[in-house]
Nanobody
Framework: QVQLVESGGGLVQPGGSLRLSCTAS????????AAWYRQVSGKERELVAT???????NYADSVKGRFTISRDNAKNTVYLQANSLKPEDTAVYYC??????????WGKGTLVTVSS
């Protein structure tokens, strides 16, 4: 059974930083593409950043230059370093990994609130 557990969310002031983590189990993580999404209540879930199995990354324009996605295959973990946070970054952040057969799995999310 595949499980994804996110952590690292919380309340941060504008301009601050957070590092989100997502640890996977039950999947061959090293070969699994991963991504971070976020969702604001009442809106569609949006893609924030992706990372392939060989660590190629891509970012939404809204976070480019401020967020960094990375992975540690030895720890089965994908990270999202979020810097220069803005109030509009407030959302529940979800990680997603895709197994060898193309089946996506989601974590339960971690809330990030950017407010003074």
């Amino acid at each position: 059974q595949v499980q994804l557990v996110e952590s690292g969310g919380g309340l941060v002031q504008p301009g601050g930083s957070l590092r989100l983590s997502c640890t996977a189990s039950g999947i061959i993580f090293s070969s699994a593409p991963a991504a971070w999404y976020r969702q604001v209540s009442g809106k569609e879930r949006e893609l924030v950043a992706t990372i392939t199995s060989d660590a190629t990354t891509n970012y939404a324009d809204s976070v480019k230059g401020r967020f960094t996605i990375s992975r540690d295959n030895a720890k089965n973990t994908v990270y999202l370093q979020a810097n220069s946070l803005k109030p509009e970054d407030t959302a529940v952040y979800y990680c997603r990994v895709v197994n060898w057969y193309g089946i996506p799995y989601w974590g339960k999310g971690t809330l990030v609130t950017v407010s003074s």
